[in-house]
């Protein structure tokens, strides 16, 4: 099944979660209060039911919270209504995530059972220290065999990152992609860290004693991180939090919140693609730049910032980017008149 499958989300939030990781508050970060059973998710097939689309490609997903760490009687009451879905030909598979400890042969064998076709695991960090700093309770090492395990039993594989943990940096977050890569995950979402209120994580930043992950933070190494898994052949199917009216209303005090991070990143990636192009222009220069049409609007940048932004830089006097559907490339240089 393709990442571009039609999900039908099922918020768990931090059921059964014997953890307190200090960024996490599912509550706020879901926007749901009360915990998911089988009657939620009855009526989440039941309103899929109506919706126009391929039922084979729609997939009931289990999120927030760590599914395969509550007990085992509530995950076949959740997995069993799911199931019934597949059954009635409302959905054609189940995914859920989950922490990477939370995971070995028998829960693997569970899963399977009930018709789930991908795994999600919150890897977070593969860097010991800052999975210790953020209250993980888990390994690098966990991850790999997590992974491998949920490989190994023919089971789709998402992992997730996060960027800007306490005692990360912008090149353990690089090293943490790197081996993310090589353990070849179907695809991958990306979490730049946000300060919710009512988490550890928001005391700490309260006392100065963490710095936040601005959005500028975020988006300078996302613009790093997000080519190297494409380059890897690995999608990445999430960039920054789902945007929640609580979250957005004030629960995310600070760090990397933006309900448009994705775009921010490509836009980024497609400004600093421009600047190559255009180093070594003289200032006073007249230069136009082509770019694919589907990208004009990253490749302008949110309000027209990537021009102001190239213009000053190069001290251009004038900057006219074109949509071009001919050029091979992404974005290519046209013309630079010297002053
Ligand atoms: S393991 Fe997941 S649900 Fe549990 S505290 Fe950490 S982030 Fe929250």
């Known amino acids: 099944m393709s990442a571009r499958a039609s999900i039908l989300p099922v918020f768990v939030p931090h059921l059964g979660c014997p953890h307190d990781c200090v960024f996490c508050n599912q509550r706020r970060i879901t926007g749901e209060l009360s915990p998911a059973d089988a009657g ?29 760490a509550i007990p085992e009687a509530q995950q076949e009451e959740l997995l069993s209504a799911a199931q019934e879905g597949i059954e009635q030909g409302i959905i054609g598979s189940i995914r859920l995530s989950t922490r990477p400890d939370a995971v070995d042969g028998a829960v693997l064998a569970r899963l399977r059972r009930y018709g789930v076709e991908t795994v999600e695991l919150g890897a977070q960090s593969m860097d010991d220290e800052v999975l210790r700093l953020s209250g993980r309770g888990h390994t690098a090492e966990d991850v790999r065999r997590a992974a491998r395990l949920v490989k190994e039993a023919g089971f789709r594989l998402i992992l997730q990152m996060m960027t800007g943990l306490p005692g990360d940096t912008e090149e353990k977050s690089l090293s943490t992609a790197r081996e993310l890569i090589s353990l070849r995950p179907d695809g991958v979402r990306i979490y730049p860290t946000v300060v919710v209120r009512d988490t550890a994580l928001y005391e700490l930043w309260r006392r100065g ?14 613009a790093k991180l997000l080519p190297l898994f494409e380059a890897a052949g690995i999608p990445v199917i999430r960039l920054g939090l789902n945007p929640t009216e609580e979250l957005s209303g004030g629960g995310a005090a600070a760090g990397a919140y933006h309900p448009a991070l994705g775009e921010l990143v490509r836009s980024r990636i497609l400004r600093e693609k421009a600047e190559l192009l255009l180093e070594g222009t003289e200032p006073g220069s007249r230069a136009v730049l082509a770019v694919q049409p589907r990208l004009l609007s990253q490749m302008l940048g949110p309000k027209r910032a990537n021009v102001s932004f190239l213009r000053g830089r190069f001290g251009l006097s004038e900057l006219r980017v074109v949509p071009d559907p001919s050029i091979c490339a992404e974005i290519e240089a046209v013309s630079v008149e010297k002053p």
């Open 209 to 222: 004693v963490y710095r936040e992950h601005t959005v500028e933070d975020a988006v300078r190494l996302c």
């Open 40 to 68: 939620t998710v009855r009526e989440a097939l039941s309103a899929a039911a109506a919706l126009p689309g391929d039922a084979g490609k729609r997939q009931l997903a289990f999120f927030g919270g760590s599914f395969t």
